[in-house]
Each structure stands twice: as C-alpha cells, then as structure tokens.
C-alpha cells in the first residue's frame, strides 16, 4: 500500500484496487457499473479552522466516498484517497443519471475512474476522479 496519503495498511472487510486484475474484479462484479447511479458522494479534505480561527491541515487524505445502486449487484461503496482531482458533474433536472459502462484504469500509480467508458481522460465533460488509493466494498 502507498504512504502518500492512503491508509499504509488493509482494512477488514475492503477490497483493495492494486493492479489490473483487481480493476478486471471490480468491474467484472458491477457489469462495468452497467445500470448504476452515483447515489451520494462526500469528501474529507482533512483541514480545518481551529478555536483560536487558525488554518491547520491534520494529514493529507483528501479522501473522496462515493456511494453506488446497482439493477445488476448489491449498493457498492468506494473510497478514493490521496485525491488529485475530482470533476462532478449531475444529470440535468428530471434526467437519471445511471452509469452505461464505466472506466476504471491504474496508470503511473494513479487510479482514474470515470462515469463513462469514453471518460479516460481530464478532457472528459462527465463525472471523473483521480486518486492515489482505491478501496471499495458492496454494502448490503
């Protein structure tokens, strides 16, 4: 496991994104994300404002959640940590906003995920997150 900001040791319970057969697992077990929706997302950014109003900053995480539904396996959970860069971008007002096949790629250490299997790159205009850690779990 990384030290620049993921978790240097496994958790209970989490599958962990390492190389390509992990990524092959995850999206063999989800169908690609195929008929999924982004139910919820929350990111820790690990700063805060102190009682005497300082800036501090208890580690570097930048830890990402996102919480899936699926028609095809259970509600998936995954946690992106050491963020580099997240693009959210919803469905319009009255549109779903299910995922057809996603991308999910380890490159040069990075791990990239994309809503869309056209969406490999930044230039992508749908939701997309870069990050230095992968771990993920079906809830339920």
């Known amino acids: 496991?990384?030290?620049?900001?993921?978790?240097?040791?496994?958790?209970?319970?989490?599958?962990?994104?390492?190389?390509?057969?992990?990524?092959?697992?995850?999206?063999?077990?989800?169908?690609?994300?195929?008929?999924?929706?982004?139910?919820?997302?929350?990111?820790?950014?690990?700063?805060y404002v102190n009682e005497k109003k300082s800036m501090y900053c208890i580690n570097s995480i930048r830890q990402v959640t996102m919480r899936f539904d699926s028609q095809f396996c259970n509600a998936i959970e995954m946690v992106f940590e050491g963020v580099v860069a997240l693009n959210l971008r919803p469905a319009p007002d009255n549109y779903t906003s299910e995922i057809f096949n996603a991308s999910l790629l380890l490159r040069d250490g990075i791990i990239f995920f994309a809503d869309s299997r056209d969406g490999i790159t930044r230039a992508y205009d749908g939701t997309w997150i870069e990050a230095h850690g992968l771990r993920w779990k079906f809830c339920g």
């Not at 496991?1 to 992990?22: A, I």
């Not at 995850?26 to 700063?47: A, N, Q």
């Open 1 to 47: 496991m990384k030290s620049n900001g993921c978790h240097t040791h496994k958790l209970e319970g989490w599958n962990y994104v390492e190389n390509q057969q992990d990524i092959d697992f995850i999206l063999k077990e989800t169908r690609g994300f195929h008929d999924t929706v982004l139910k919820d997302l929350s990111y820790i950014s690990s700063s």
